[in-house]
């Protein structure tokens, strides 16, 4: 359950109750995409099954600012 981003370890401040014994090898994301997780990573489907996705897939609005 170790995420990597450019081969270096992610920091991830939350507690996962659930590890996971899921492994997959390196993937190069081409530009202008984007790789997607999910949050509950052990039932989410998304860019482990579905690959990256373009960057014009993404919508979002902002409701309330936090900084």
Aim: aromatic residues 8%; hydrophobic residues 35%.
């Amino acid at each position: 359950g170790t995420l990597y981003t450019n081969n270096q370890k992610l920091d991830e401040r939350f507690q996962c109750n659930m590890p996971s014994s899921e492994s997959m090898a390196p993937v190069t994301i081409p530009l202008g995409s984007v790789f997607v997780m999910g949050d509950n990573r052990n039932l989410s489907t998304d860019s482990r099954v579905f690959g990256a996705i373009t960057s014009q897939m993404i919508k979002g609005k902002m409701i309330f600012p936090l900084w």
